[in-house]
């Protein structure tokens, strides 16, 4: 298990089967020490809640959904944001508003995603033991995911990008 005290994760969803929110419910029984917020809403968003309560899981909370101010606040107190996934994900928009504020993440290792982390290690594969090497090692290395941000996605950045796709046509 990582040997960090207390670090606190947020997941912002949709509270569906491709989210693959089993993984973190799993996770969060093997990491006890990691506080696991989970942001969205679905589904299967009673079903999760009745399964932390039925597994008397008190380091993972469903939120559902809130406002953005709130949202915005519970990510600039997270450590890290997790994006589990299983299929169906388009591009890493999540990703990218966590890196805006400066916020590492891990992410799974499927469809967009890998297009748009920060680094090949802070991806993992469907299993609770890849979730934890790829926040081991992200919490090991504290990347400037600001400065990726700002030389990759930033507004200036993507007018930029646009400019030259059309001035090629």
């Given at each position: 298990n990582i040997n960090i005290?207390?670090?606190?994760a947020i997941i912002i969803r949709s509270i569906e089967v491709r989210s693959n929110l089993n993984l973190i419910i799993d996770f969060a029984k093997a990491n006890k020490y990691m506080h696991i917020d989970v942001?969205?809403?679905?589904p299967l968003l009673m079903d999760m809640r009745q399964t932390v309560a039925k597994d008397n899981l008190t380091n993972i909370i469903f939120h559902?959904?809130?406002?953005?101010?709130?949202?915005?606040?519970?990510?600039?107190k997270a450590?890290?944001?997790?994006?589990?996934?299983?299929?169906?994900?388009?591009?890493?928009?999540?990703?990218?508003?966590?890196?805006s504020v400066g916020l590492d993440v891990v992410a799974s290792?499927?469809?967009?995603?890998?297009?748009?982390?920060?680094?090949?290690?802070?991806?993992?594969?469907?299993?609770v033991k890849s979730l934890e090497s790829a926040i081991k090692k992200n919490f090991i290395s504290k990347s400037n995911v600001q400065d990726y941000y700002y030389s990759n996605f930033s507004k200036f950045i993507i007018v930029n990008k646009y400019k030259q796709?059309?001035?090629?046509c």
């Open positions: 005290e207390s670090p606190r942001y969205g809403k679905g559902g959904f809130v406002n953005d101010d709130e949202l915005f606040k519970s990510l600039t450590d890290i944001m997790i994006v589990p996934a299983l299929w169906g994900e388009g591009f890493g928009l999540p990703v990218i508003e966590a890196y290792n499927v469809c967009a995603l890998p297009e748009v982390i920060y680094s090949n290690e802070y991806l993992f594969e469907p299993n796709l059309y001035n090629k």
